[in-house]
């Protein structure tokens, strides 16, 4: 079974402060990895995603995320954030090659961008 | 284009009561899923459909949960004798190819649905 943990409920940050947003999983297979990310009273939007090749993933918003194998993570950063990215972060992963490819979900963090 | 939509936004309903939800896909996607969004457990998989395979209802919680998808294109979540626990935001997803690929989950706005 496959499971993602997001350790950090809530992270608080001035604006124009860099961000990391910490996701780690488990899983006996393959995964491929994903960061969502949901403003208020919206569906998930897609951030970024790891399939393969470079481990350094870019994604929408200046985001970017890097795959760790040895370490199982694949956390999110962001140099500059901005008062706008204050939303709902959630890492998920799929099973590589699975039947299906339904996503399982970490528990989010919110982001929190302050003045 | 269109993105996924979902209807009603909101609904309310009495304990006990049948719902129906429903996902519109976008088109010639043709795989899709049902997730679940609660302060308590978080976002769930509930089910997935893909062309003309058997669904996998794994995540489904119980029976009193179903869902069918009609030519290919839209579904509709049943949930019949709802409890309170069901109150939830409910998630539509499509994609274009489904199966273990990894290809991109596009998300519609939600059902939220509150059982008194």
């Known amino acids: 079974a496959q499971s993602v943990t997001q350790l950090d409920s809530q992270v608080p940050v001035f604006e124009e402060a860099p961000v990391e947003l910490r996701c780690n999983y488990s899983?006996?297979?393959?995964?491929?990895l994903f960061w969502y990310v949901q403003y208020p009273n919206q569906g998930l939007q897609l951030l970024l995603k790891y399939l393969s090749g470079s481990t350094l993933v870019k994604g929408i918003n200046g985001f970017e995320a890097e795959f760790n194998k040895s370490q199982t993570s694949f956390h999110l950063r962001k140099p500059s954030v901005h008062i706008s990215d204050t939303a709902e972060y959630f890492c998920a992963v799929s099973v590589n090659g699975g039947a299906t490819n339904k996503l399982i979900f970490g528990t989010g963090t919110l982001l929190a961008v302050q003045p | 284009g269109a993105g996924v939509s979902q209807s009603p936004s909101n609904k309310v309903t009495e304990k006990g009561k049948d719902v129906e939800l429903r996902c519109d896909p976008i088109s010639g996607h043709t795989a899709l899923y049902w997730y679940r969004q609660s302060l308590g457990q978080g976002l769930e998989f509930l089910i997935y459909?893909?062309?003309?395979?058997?669904p996998d209802k794994s995540g489904l919680p119980s029976d009193r949960f179903s869902a069918e998808r009609t030519g290919g294109s839209v579904s509709t979540l049943t949930i019949q004798r709802t409890q309170q626990e069901d109150s939830a935001v409910y998630l539509c997803a499509s994609s274009l190819w489904g199966g273990g690929g990894g290809d991109t989950q596009y998300f519609g706005p939600g059902t939220r649905l509150t059982v008194l």
């Open positions: 459909f893909q062309g003309n395979s058997a």
């Open positions: 899983s006996s297979v393959s995964v491929y």
